[in-house]
């Protein structure tokens, strides 16, 4: 039996197209029914059903082809137990073109030395990540959950209860807000909870 080229494209968020990948990959050689795929998941996630599938269907001899590292790996410990899977089962790993053979000791160098950039380029986009969420945060540009009435617009609210003209479903509709975050107002306002529901009974 021949060699076979066995393709393999990941992104991770279902907002993302593999059309680019799976392109790549039928440039590169690889049958339309020899590729596989995960989509909206990620690269740290060893639990992916189209990667067992394409190592599965891997024999001795065999290429496992990706466009580049990121797809297949984003960790050091995760590339290296992908490169002993494919050296117990001596098949070859082919990076955009670029073949290397997990089983000779360049090919495995070379290997592990792209598995730790792409190990570093993940960590790094997480840092910035975490340093523009830190200055957006000092800007006032992130701000979390926002609450949906301003204090002033909840003293109303719960004015209006008070009155006795209007029931809590009249104010949430009023307000534009559902009754429990009318509830929630009347309990931070310390209005005894009976009196407005019976005057909201009394209403319906």
Do not use: W
């Amino acid at each position: 039996m021949s060699a076979l080229l066995i393709g393999y494209a990941r992104c991770s968020t279902d907002q993302q197209d593999l059309t680019a990948q799976r392109d790549a990959l039928l440039g590169l050689g690889v049958e339309p029914e020899r590729i596989y795929v995960d989509h909206g998941l990620t690269g740290t996630n060893r639990e992916r059903p189209g990667l067992r599938e394409a190592l599965a269907a891997g024999r001795a001899s065999d290429t496992l082809v990706v466009t580049k590292l990121d797809p297949l790996a984003r960790s050091l410990p995760d590339a290296r137990a992908i490169a002993d899977e494919l050296t117990g089962r001596q098949i070859s790993l082919s990076l955009g073109g670029s073949v290397y053979d997990p089983t000779d000791a360049v090919g495995r160098l070379l290997f592990n030395v792209l598995a730790m950039v792409a190990e570093f380029e993940s960590d790094l986009i997480r840092l910035r990540t975490r340093d523009g969420m830190k200055v957006a945060k000092a800007k006032g540009r992130l701000r979390g959950k926002q609450p949906k009435l301003s204090r002033r617009q909840e003293a109303h609210l719960v004015s209006l209860i008070r009155s006795g003209e209007y029931s809590t479903m009249e104010v949430a509709e009023l307000f534009s807000v559902g009754r429990s975050t009318v509830y929630r107002a009347i309990e931070r306002q310390r209005i005894p909870a009976g009196a407005d529901l019976a005057d909201t009974a009394s209403r319906r």
